[in-house]
């Protein structure tokens, strides 16, 4: 009879669960779902704009980044890992003045080392406001 192999499976580490950070409870942020294939939150427009009464762009960056790095991380903790951003990049496409936006975040890559991930921002009216790529890198959680 063999040595058993080692589990790897998803089960064996619990996943992380999403905690708002300061920058997410001052922005209004609310989380809808959580899981490795999909996070999704959204965002009140209001208290998030700029001075010409337009969602901010650093807004929908700010938020967009946190989606998908809390991603990365339910990602990373089916691994006993954690995740750090390395890269992200966003394209407006339109700009909103009421209302809120929904941020959806699903994974383009989830490696054991890198992540990628695709952001959307849409409107009540389900239109594209932005497009985020986020990249996080995979590490060994510090306890």
């Known amino acids: 009879m063999s040595a058993p192999t080692p589990d790897h499976s998803p089960t064996q580490h619990e996943l992380w669960k999403i905690t708002l950070g300061e920058l997410d409870e001052k922005m209004g942020v609310k989380i809808l779902e959580e899981s490795v294939e999909r996070v999704v939150a959204t965002m009140p427009v209001e208290g998030n704009r700029q001075s010409f009464g337009l969602l901010h762009g650093g807004a929908s960056l ?3 980044e ?9 990602h990373a903790s089916t691994m006993g890992k954690t995740a750090v951003g390395v ?3 966003a394209t407006h496409h339109r700009s909103a003045r009421e209302g809120q936006v929904t941020i959806t975040a699903t994974p383009i890559h989830l490696g054991g ?9 849409t409107n009540d009216a389900g239109q594209r406001l932005c497009t985020l790529r ?3 890198l995979l590490m060994r959680r510090h306890k």
Do not use: K, M, R
Not at 66 to 74: F, L, P, Q, T, Y
Not at 113 to 121: A, K, M, Q
């Open 87 to 89: 890269d992200v990049s």
């Open 66 to 74: 946190a989606v998908g790095s809390w991603a990365a991380v339910i």
């Open 134 to 136: 986020i990249t996080n």
């Open 113 to 121: 080392t890198l992540t990628t991930h695709e952001v959307l921002i």
């Open 62 to 64: 700010a938020v967009g």
